[in-house]
C-alpha cells in the first residue's frame, strides 16, 4: 500500500508539469517512518499540495514528493537522505519523524545545503548551534518544560524525578528541564532513564526503586510505545494510587489517541501537556476531508485519529511550496551542483544544491495562517502560542488550563485578555482528578517505604494533662497520646508540604510512670532514642546545646501565683479613706486660702466681713466650707472676689464628687488584693513555695535566695490549690511559682480565690541575677526537636 501510494503521488505531480507547459517540477524527498502514523502524516503531507495548487493553479512550481521509509532507524533515515540528495536532487526534504534520526540528517542537509524541515523533532539541542538549513515547524521541547515547571511551582512541589527514555530524545531535555524546574525552586533528587528496548521486568525494577524514594511527583517523556507499558507497570506497582503525581510531555499527550482502552484505564488521574490548537472552521473541516480521502486510499486506517503532528505536516509542507514558488519567480535552474572529487566514499559525492541558500531564506520569510494557527518560522523554529493542560479522566483527556509565556497559568482562554500577572494559584486551574481519586491535592513528598518513621517523645505526667495526656489501654496494650501541644504539632505536620510519618512514645518506665524529669526527656533526642519531643518542653540555654527548638507558639514569662486578700475596712473612720493624708492636707489649706483671698478683697466694702478680728475670721471661713453645701448668706460685691468664687465652686464640685465616688467604692464594691507582691518578703520571711514538680523553675528559686527547705512540689492543679489554701503556716505554701501557661490554667479552676504576679515584678528586685533574669527572657514554651541525623 505504501509503494502505491508513492507511485500515486509521483505519478501525480509528474503528470500536473508534463502537463502545463509553465509548470516546474520540483523534487523534494520526504523521510518519514510508515507504520501506521507515518501514513496518516504522509496523506496530510499529500492534501496539503493538492490544496494549495487548487487554490494556486498559476504558480509555475509543482512539487514532486520522493517517499523513504526510515524504518525507525538511524541509519535508514541517513541512507535515504544521501539517496534524496544525491540521486533525486531533492531541493529539500520533509522528516525525518525522530530526533536521533534529525540528528544525522540535519549534518547532511548543511552538507549539502538542503533545508530540512522538520514537524516532529523536539530536541532543543538540535538547534542549539547556528544550522541555518534545519527548520522545525513546532516548537521545541523548551517551551513545554515552562509550562511543567509553572504546574509544580503551582502546587508547591520541592523535588521532582524525571522518567525518560534513554536516547537523544529523553536525554536531550535534561538540561533544559533542570534549568525550568530551578527557576521555580524545585530540584531533581533522582533521575531515572529507561532503555527503549527495557522488558517489563526491568521496568517493574526501576518503578519499584522510585517507590522506596521519598519523591512522588514524576514527569515522564518518551514516546507512548514506552510510555504506555510504563503505566501499566506502575499501576501494578501500585504507583497510581492516592499521593502520586504523574505529569506527561506531549511525546506521549499528543499521541493518546493511539492508546488501547486498558492502557488510558492506567493512567487515570495523570496530567498531559501539549501545544494549544483552536478548533476552527478550516481545521474541522480538514479533518473531514481526510477521513473520506483516508477510507478510500488506506480503508485499514478507517478508525484511525489524526493527532496534531499530522496538521503540522499539513502546514510545514504548504510553507515549503510557498517558499519554493517564491524561489522559482528569482531563478529557472532549480538543480543540484554535481560533487567535484574524485573519492568513491558516499558522503563525499554528495552535491551542493544551488538554491538552497534562497530556499532557507525564504522559508524564514513565509508568513500564512495554517490549521495550527499563525505559521512564522522565528530563529527558523515555529513558535507556540499557548500550551494546554490536560487530566486523564475518563476515555478522553479533560481540559484543565493553559500556559503562555507572558500569563503564565490560567482557566479559560479569553481572545480580549489584557492580564499580563504571571499567576500561581490554584485556582487558575479546573477541577483535577488525581490518581486514586484524593479529596486534596497531593503534597508530592510520602515517607519512603525504605525509610524509618519519626519516633516522637512526650512527657508522661500526672497533672495539667491539657497540654499532654498519655493514656494507655492496659486490655489492647494501645497508647493514646491527646493534649493542646500534640494538637498543634499534628496540626504543623499536616502543613507541610510533603507526609512524614511518626509515632508518639510516652517517657515512661515500665510501670507506665514518667521516667524522668523534662531534661533528662531532652536527653534522650540527643542520645538518639527520640527523634523529635512533643510537649510543654521550656527552652533553656543548657538545652540549646543539645537540641534544636521549632519556633514558640505561646505566650513566655513565669508567675507566682498567690491567694488574694479582701482588704474591705468596715471601722467608723472608713470616711476617711477616699483621700490620702496629704489630699486631705491640701484641701483644707485650699478651704483657708480662699478664704484669706475672699477677705482681703471683701472686707473693705462689704459690711459681712466687718467687725472684730474672730468675727471677720469666722466669717470668712464659714463662706469657704459653706460653698460646698449650699449658696452662702453674704453677698460678695468685688468683681475679683467673685471671679474667685466661680473657680473655687468648680474645684469644690470636682473634690465632693471625686470624694463620694470613691467612698461609694470603698462601702459597696470587695476589695481584692494579692496576699504577696514582692518575692523579697518571701524569702526575708523564710515563707514556703511551691513549683511544678520536675520543672526548672526549681533551680530558678535557688537561685533567687530560697533553701531548698522551702521549697514544695506538687503535680496537680488540685494539689496547687490545696497547699495554697493552707498557706505557709500551716503546712502549705505562700505562691506557687509556674510558667505562664500553666498559670492560666490554675486562674482558670479558681480565679476568685487566686491572682498571679509577672515575673517580672519579682525579678525586677535582683538586678545582680542577669543570668537568671536572660534565662526567663527566654522562657517560651515550644515544640523541640532535633533530628537524629544532626539536621
Known sequence: MIRRSSFFLFFFFCFAAENSSSSIPVNVGVILDFDEVGR????????????????????????????RDSKDDVVSAAVAAVD?????????????????????VIELGEKAQVPIISFTASVPSLASIKRPYFFRSRDSDKTQLKAIAAIVKNFGWREVVPIYVDDLYGVGILPYLFDALQAVGASVPYQSAIS???????????????????????????????????????????????????????????????????????MQGVLGVRPCVRKTKELKNFRLRWKRKLHREQPDLVDAELDIYGWLA?????????????????????????????????????????????????????????????????????????????????????????????????????????????????????TIIWPGEPTSNPKGWDIATSGKRLRIGVPVKDGFTEFVKVTRNVKTNITDVTGYCVDVFDAVMDQLPYDVAYDYFPFANSEGESAGTYNDLIHQVYLGEFDVVVGDVTILAKRSIYVDFAMPYTEASISMVVPIKDTKNDNALIFLKPFKLDLWVTT??????????????????????????????????????????????????????????????????????????????????????????????????????????????????????????????????????????????????????????LVKLILARNCSNYASVEARTFMSKFPNQKKIANNIQQFKTRISFRFSSGA
Open 40 to 67: 496518516m502524516w504522509l496523506s496530510c503531507i499529500s492534501m496539503s499540495l493538492l490544496d494549495f495548487y487548487a487554490a494556486h493553479g498559476d504558480y509555475k512550481t509543482r512539487l514532486v514528493l520522493h517517499t
Open 84 to 104: 534524496l540528495i544525491s540521486n533525486v536532487k531533492a531541493e529539500a526534504i520533509i522528516g525525518p519523524t525522530t530526533s536521533k534520526q534529525a540528528n544525522f
Open 196 to 266: 527503549p528496548w527495557a522488558s517489563d521486568v526491568d521496568i517493574l525494577k526501576e518503578l519499584y526503586k522510585l517507590k522506596t524514594m521519598q519523591t512522588r511527583v514524576f514527569i515522564v517523556h518518551m514516546l507512548p510505545s514506552l510510555g504506555a507499558r510504563l503505566f501499566t507497570k506502575a499501576k501494578e506497582a501500585g504507583m497510581m494510587s492516592t499521593g502520586y503525581v504523574w505529569i506527561m510531555t506531549d511525546g506521549v499527550t499528543n499521541l493518546l489517541s493511539l492508546l488501547n482502552d486498558s492502557t488510558i484505564d492506567s
Open 314 to 430: 499539513y502546514d510545514a509542507t504548504m510553507a515549503l511550496a510557498m517558499a519554493i514558488e517564491e524561489v522559482a519567480g528569482n531563478s529557472t535552474n532549480l538543480v543540484m551542483k554535481e560533487a567535484n572529487v574524485s573519492s568513491n566514499l558516499l558522503l563525499e559525492t554528495i552535491g551542493v544544491s544551488k538554491n538552497g541558500k534562497k530556499l532557507s531564506e525564504a522559508l524564514s520569510s513565509i508568513s500564512f495562517k495554517g490549521l495550527t494557527g499563525d505559521f512564522h518560522f522565528v530563529n527558523q523554529q515555529l513558535q507556540s502560542s499557548a500550551i494546554q493542560i490536560v487530566n486523564i479522566n475518563g476515555v478522553e483527556p479533560k481540559g484543565i488550563g493553559f500556559w503562555t509565556s507572558e500569563r503564565g497559568l490560567f482557566k479559560r482562554w479569553k481572545l480580549n485578555s489584557t492580564t499580563n500577572v504571571y499567576s500561581t494559584s490554584q485556582s487558575k486551574l479546573a
Open 588 to 741: 483644707f489649706c485650699s478651704f483657708v486660702a480662699v478664704a484669706f483671698v475672699i477677705w482681703v478683697l471683701e472686707h473693705r466694702i462689704n459690711k459681712s466681713f466687718r467687725g472684730p478680728p474672730s468675727q471677720q475670721a469666722g466669717t470668712s471661713l464659714w463662706f469657704a466650707f459653706s460653698t460646698m453645701v449650699f449658696s452662702p448668706q453674704e453677698k460678695v460685691l468685688n468683681n475679683l472676689a467673685r471671679i474667685v468664687v466661680i473657680i473655687w465652686s468648680v474645684v469644690v464640685l470636682i473634690i465632693t464628687q471625686s470624694y463620694t465616688a470613691s467612698l461609694s467604692s470603698l462601702l459597696t464594691v470587695q476589695q481584692l488584693q494579692p496576699s504577696v507582691t514582692d518575692v523579697t518578703e518571701l524569702i526575708r520571711n523564710r515563707e514556703f513555695v511551691g513549683y511544678h514538680k520536675d520543672s526548672f523553675v526549681k533551680e530558678i528559686l535557688i537561685g533567687l535566695g530560697f533553701q531548698d527547705s522551702q521549697l514544695l512540689n506538687y503535680t496537680s492543679i488540685e494539689e496547687c490549690q490545696e497547699l495554697l489554701s493552707k498557706g505557709s503556716e500551716n503546712g502549705g505554701i505562700a505562691a506557687a511559682f509556674e510558667q505562664f501557661p
